[in-house]
């Protein structure tokens, strides 16, 4: 018998996984995509180079090969994944750059050929909140009516203190504002944060989530700071007093936040991903399994479940 009500594996906060599975009756997995975008920290509107924990690819390490054409992605992605879980559908998700930063045209003729793809039950498009023109929202409000669309919004935190340093070029306010354009369409919104960013505390990580549980927002995706060779971050990593944190305080951190998080919100991960061959720090990340497997101990541990510290003082 399943302790929390938005579980089928006895885990005790909303997996992506049990929304997937309630919602298609069927195992379903995400195809990354590398459109070609860029983003607006990255070509001077808003600055140069980028988030500076960012790769080249943009986030995408773990998305298609940009030289080769989003159907091709699809197909070369699609066929790992069916070796691994047989009989899976697919979600397409735009993952690299902001997938809303560019010609309306551009826009359309990426997404456009995956609205009736065998097999794909969903679209995601991840993207920035200041990148949602009238434009874009007129067009994903068009797209919402036609298939499931989730837009996938990056915030990382909600210091703005925090924001600069990390180059993000956009404030708390422009991402409230960003979110209520989309859910004004109804769109179903994924927000991105990230623990372990220079020179934040454990309770300015704790109050991001916090604030975000406050909000209308319909799943969450929590990664860990990792530090990839060639960023600006690797330099600020060797010659900076900030520290990572440690394995344990990670787990620690993330069944507190969870415990303030309502339980409806689905979460999407509670891992990064960093490429091995370029990954500085922190290494205990590659052990992602491990990682879940002790958050799930701690929650025992504490008696926690999503959401259950909501209410308390």
Known sequence: MNLFKYSNDNKRYHTFNYYLKNKYHNKVAKVSLNAGFTCPNRDGSKGIGGCIFCSNSGSGDFAGNVEKSLEQQFCDISKILQN??????????????TNTYGPIEKIKSCIEPFLN???????SIATRPDCLEDDVLQYLSTL???CDLWIELGLQTIHDETGKIINRGHTYKEFLTGLKKLRQHKINVCVHIINGL??????????????IGKLDIQALKIHMLYVIKNTKLYQLYLNSDFEMLSREDYIDL???????????????????DGNVNDLIAPLWSIKKVTILNDIDKLMVAKNYYQGCNINSK
């Open 84 to 97: 691994k879980w047989p009989g899976c559908k697919y979600i397409a998700y735009f993952q690299a750059n």
């Open 117 to 123: 793809k065998k097999d794909v039950v969903a679209i």
């Open 144 to 146: 919402n009516s036609k």
């Open 198 to 211: 220079p020179f934040e505390t454990k309770e300015m990580m704790l109050q991001t989530v916090k604030e």
């Open 254 to 272: 993330v069944t507190e936040q969870l415990s303030y998080l309502p339980d409806n919100i689905i979460i999407e991960r509670l891992t990064g």
